[in-house]
């Protein structure tokens, strides 16, 4: 973290010229309202968020050193209710960030939900993610200061990969008297995975496969729990969640030999995340931790390896609501490689990042946020086609804005 805190005064000089984006989103100040759908059995809403982004150092968390305007999102989403226990509903989604995305419109979700009891039910169909305190919650941008959850576990990129799965889930609630509650999920299913999607750069920035990178992606299943502890401290919960790839198999052309195949293959992925969060008065407080292992299998036309895949992930984060229109947050996200390529020097296998953040919220409908990042280290940092990073340095700061509307 060598020289972290002696760069924190140089997120305001990023943005300058960004600044004036700020006023992106007063069109919508209409918006004092929302206007009835269909009948009042359904909910319809969506949202649509425009950003500028800019950084030095390196290209993170996508291509955006000259600055980018190329950072959005947009869904609309629409469920009902049939008779007392059925829930159907869905939402199409699309973003950009960089290169990644394309603004492609692609089905986010979409779920048939039948609850029994309180203590019982089932979801089958897009299920979304639950994993950590915010896997199932990535949309609810107007709800938290942040402009990026931190990285070390909600990295932007993966999104189109790890929000949601196709398969199915129990859930429920179990009362526990004294001691709270506790909900819990049991999920199975199956995660589309391709080329074009941003998990495929995790692997091309590998140094495996020649340009333009992965080829062919699949996985076998995904599954895993997720336990959540609704204390009887009024605002404490604790998460504990346990999920797994099998087999995530991506082959392409052998960069020293591009007229030949090769492949990575890792065995059982897995990711257990422990959480807790406290909201007390206009503080909310949260951190979480996640160990990740599993087995990676090199195939080159020379010959196979073995490798232990070993990460750590996690962070600490605070906010704080000022009045009814502000609020501010900060966190610290660490990413560390535990098990490095031999002679890799050591900035390659860690990423540290502090960030803050200010929300102002126009209206019920309309928010801006405004956010600076500071970077040690360049793991998780691409030279990827999509991405490129030709020489890589070791501390980047990033700044951006973002003004979302919601409806």
């Not at 997720?226 to 009024?234: A, H, L, M, R």
Request: charged share 15%; proline share 5%.
């Amino acid at each position: 973290m060598k020289g972290t805190m002696n760069n924190l005064s140089s997120f305001v000089g990023l943005g300058r010229g960004a600044l004036a984006f700020l006023s992106f989103g007063l069109f919508a100040g209409f918006a004092s309202g929302a206007v009835p759908l269909g009948n009042s059995n359904v909910q319809i809403g969506g949202f649509l968020s425009q950003g500028y982004i800019q950084s030095d150092g390196n290209n993170y968390p996508f291509e955006d050193k000259d600055g980018s305007f190329d950072f959005r999102e947009m869904g609309i989403n629409a469920s009902t209710t049939v008779g007392a226990h059925l829930r159907v509903g869905g939402q199409l989604f699309a973003q950009r960030l960089g290169n990644y995305g394309g603004d492609k419109v692609k089905l986010d979700w979409a779920i048939a939900d039948y609850n029994f009891c309180q203590q019982f039910g089932i979801r089958v169909g897009r299920v979304k993610y639950p994993k950590g305190l915010y896997g199932e919650a990535l949309d609810l941008d107007a709800i938290r200061p942040f402009i990026f959850l931190p990285m070390a576990l909600y990295n932007p990129i993966l999104r189109d990969f790890s929000s949601a799965f196709n398969g199915g889930m129990i859930y429920g609630n179990i009362p526990a008297n004294k001691a709270g509650s506790f909900d819990y999920k049991v999920f199975y299913g199956k995660v589309p995975v391709g080329p074009d999607q941003g998990v495929a750069d995790f692997l091309n920035n590998a140094g495996l496969f020649a340009p333009p990178g992965v080829q062919v992606m699949r996985i076998d299943y995904t599954a895993g729990v997720q336990v959540q502890w609704n204390t009887p401290i009024n605002g404490l919960k604790a998460v504990a969640s346990y999920s797994y790839l099998q087999n995530l198999f991506t082959s392409g052309k052998f960069i020293a030999f591009p007229v030949v195949d090769s492949s990575l293959k890792l065995d059982r992925f897995a990711s257990p995340t422990f959480s807790i969060e406290y909201i007390r008065d206009q503080w909310t407080f949260a951190g979480e931790y996640q160990p990740v292992s599993g087995t990676s299998f090199v195939t080159t036309p020379f010959g196979g390896t073995v490798s232990e895949v070993k990460m750590n992930n996690w962070y600490v984060s605070v906010a704080r609501r000022l009045n009814d229109k502000f609020e501010v947050g900060a966190y610290y996200s660490v990413q560390d490689n535990k098990n490095p390529p031999a002679g890799s020097p050591d900035s390659a296998n860690y990423n540290r990042d502090w960030a803050l953040s200010l929300k102002y919220e126009l209206n019920e409908h309309v928010v801006f946020k405004i956010e600076g990042h500071t970077i040690d280290g360049v793991y998780g940092i691409f030279n990827t086609t999509r991405n490129p990073n030709p020489k890589l340095d070791n501390h980047t700061n990033f700044f951006a804005v973002k003004t979302t509307l919601s409806f």
